[in-house]
Every structure is written in C-alpha cells, then in structure tokens.
C-alpha cells in the first residue's frame, strides 16, 4: 500500500496540569492520508512514547480534506440541515499517561478551506516548511489528573 502525502514532523511536550512533563506517556495519531483516503480499519497511524520530561516527537504525512459518504442517515441529515459532506483535513489524536485522564482531540490545519467557524483556534495547526521539505509544528499537550477511586464499603 503506497502512503500518499506530504511529510508531516509533529513534536511538542505532554505535561500535567501544573506543568509537569508526563514522562512516558504515549501519543497516538491516526488521520487520511494526502489524497483523503481514509481506510476503514487501517487508517494512517503514528505512535511514539513521551521522554522523561514529557517531549516527544513523530513523523507522519499531512492528511487531506475528505467527503463523508451522503447515502443513509448522514445524506439526510446533510440534505435537511444544509451541511456540506466534505470534513476538514485534520488529526485524530489520543494521548495517555498512567494516573491521568486520557485526552482525545482532532487538530486542524491553517488555510484549509473546510475548517468550521467552531474549531477551536488552539487546535488549528500552521506547519512551517522546513529546507529537507518537512512540514513542522509544534503542539503541546496538557492532561487532567485522574479522579482517584474512593470505596464507601468498610
């Protein structure tokens, strides 16, 4: 199976909400490829393990804007709301460190014509080209401590 796309270096750190690095925690990124394919189970995917202060760094592609299917349920709900079918070119990213909650988030792409008005700015991504043809961004990520089990039984 050929990869479609341009190379894509996402880097950044994982820390906890008092800004401490999450050191082992892993970063999961699944996403289309460059031409908007999107594989039923075997979508594109990148994973790496944070260092002990939290930074990590992966090598994708850059994925592409895509149409959903318009047959079925989502074709009416796009007919009768007024939506369009096509969905942003963006990264599905899961994020897990051990007594944390687990993040899960999509990243959009700056200059991408299918971003909605409520994407989030701080999940919009602006990769610089680098001289070797790699895009680059960082993105830092912050995780929630985990609410700690309690027993009400003596």
């Known amino acids: 199976m050929e990869i479609v796309g341009a190379p894509l270096a996402l880097e950044g750190r994982v820390h906890d ?3 401490r690095g999450l050191g082992g925690a892993t970063i999961l990124v699944r996403h289309s490829d460059g031409a908007g394919t999107v594989r039923c189970g075997t979508r594109l995917a990148a994973a790496c ?16 804007p895509y149409p959903i299917r318009t047959d079925g349920p989502a074709g009416w709900f796009i007919a009768h709301e007024g ?3 096509w969905r942003p070119a963006h990264l ?9 909650r687990t993040l899960t988030t999509r990243l959009y792409f700056q200059r991408d014509a299918w971003i909605r ?8 991504l602006n990769p610089l ?18 609410p700690r089990r309690t027993s009400t039984t003596a």
């Open 92 to 100: 599905h990213v899961t994020v897990k460190a051990p007594g944390m």
């Open 83 to 85: 939506w369009q079918p």
């Open 49 to 64: 393990t944070a260092d002990d202060d939290g930074r990590f760094a992966l090598t994708t592609v850059q994925p592409a």
């Open 17 to 19: 909400d008092d800004g």
């Open 129 to 146: 080209l680098g001289a070797d043809g790699v895009g680059r961004v960082v993105h830092d990520f912050a995780l929630v401590h985990a």
């Open 117 to 124: 008005h409520d994407a989030p700015t701080w999940a919009i």
